[in-house]
């Protein structure tokens, strides 16, 4: 009987020491859980740069001599190169997928407006000595849309892009006269469809913000342009054909997996 009693004190005492022992032991510190990083999501930004272009017109002194004289006046072809070169600023808006193996896919759709502009001087032999065309051109925007794939290092994403692209040009041949006739002032624009291909290196330094460093080439084949003399109003065609260089620094915010 005193035995069972004495069992039944001790388990007694037993239970009310155990949580207060329990209390004064240290806990154990729970390791932080760091989140993945994943390229998956969508994104909106900007990017600022410079562009070069090389634009190769055929035939602007055909163009003034046969216009302002005679059809067949001018004998032989006669092709200028001009280089326009200049800022590129503008935004884009693009989503992403990542698989598990780290490879990534995207669709990305982008605009940019320039400053490039380039000239060249070129003589017109029907004229009188001295008589010269100014022949000028200007890139006044590049549009793209764009699929791209890349690979995955955590945060740093490489990757290469290709689609469709179109620009904005405007171009002028214009003189103080020609044969002591007077002045002459050809302009004409164009919408030109082509191709991109480039390739860059995106870096995330937030779970927002990523920076990318990208070149792109642009591809526009050549076309007819019609020009049109702004005293005479008299009209023909220039032969174009060109392509677009562009470096450029980029930022975007991006939605997603890692975004929020």
């Known amino acids: 009987m005193k035995r069972a009693l004495f069992l039944q004190v001790t388990a007694l005492a037993s239970s009310l020491v155990t949580p207060v022992i329990a209390a004064d032991l240290p806990m154990k510190a729970e390791m932080p859980v760091v989140p993945v990083f994943s390229w998956t999501g969508c994104y909106v930004g900007g990017h600022v740069g410079g562009g070069r272009g090389t634009k190769d017109m055929t035939d602007p002194v055909q163009l003034v001599q046969d216009t302002l004289i005679a059809p067949g006046t001018t004998a032989g072809v006669t092709t200028v190169t001009t280089t326009p070169t200049g800022a590129v600023i503008g935004g884009q808006i693009g989503c992403d997928y990542q698989f598990a193996g780290n490879a990534v896919i995207g669709i990305e759709g982008s605009a940019s407006g320039t400053t490039m502009k380039g000239s060249s001087l070129v003589g017109l032999p029907m004229g009188l000595p001295g008589d010269s065309?100014?022949?000028?051109?200007?890139?006044?925007?590049?549009?793209?849309?764009?699929?791209?794939?890349?690979?995955?290092?955590?945060?740093?994403?490489?990757?290469?892009?290709?689609?469709?692209?179109?620009a904005g040009d405007k171009y002028d041949?214009?003189?103080?006269?020609?044969?002591?006739?007077?002045?002459?002032?050809?302009?004409?624009?164009?919408?030109?469809?082509?191709?991109?291909?480039?390739?860059?290196?995106?870096?995330?330094?937030?779970?927002?913000?990523?920076?990318?460093?990208?070149?792109?080439y642009y591809g526009f084949g050549n076309g007819n342009i019609m020009m049109t003399d702004q005293f005479s109003a008299l009209t023909n065609t220039l032969n174009v054909r060109q392509s677009v260089?562009?470096?450029?620094?980029?930022?975007?915010f991006h939605i997603g997996a890692s975004g929020w």
């Open 173 to 216: 041949v214009s003189g103080g006269t020609f044969n002591g006739g007077g002045p002459f002032h050809f302009q004409g624009a164009d919408n030109r469809y082509g191709w991109i291909a480039g390739g860059g290196v995106d870096w995330a330094f937030t779970r927002h913000w990523s920076m990318n460093v990208e070149y792109d």
């Open 245 to 252: 260089q562009v470096v450029k620094v980029g930022f975007n």
């Open 133 to 166: 065309a100014l022949v000028q051109a200007n890139n006044d925007f590049l549009a793209g849309v764009t699929g791209r794939i890349g690979y995955a290092f955590d945060r740093v994403l490489v990757y290469a892009r290709g689609g469709v692209a179109v």
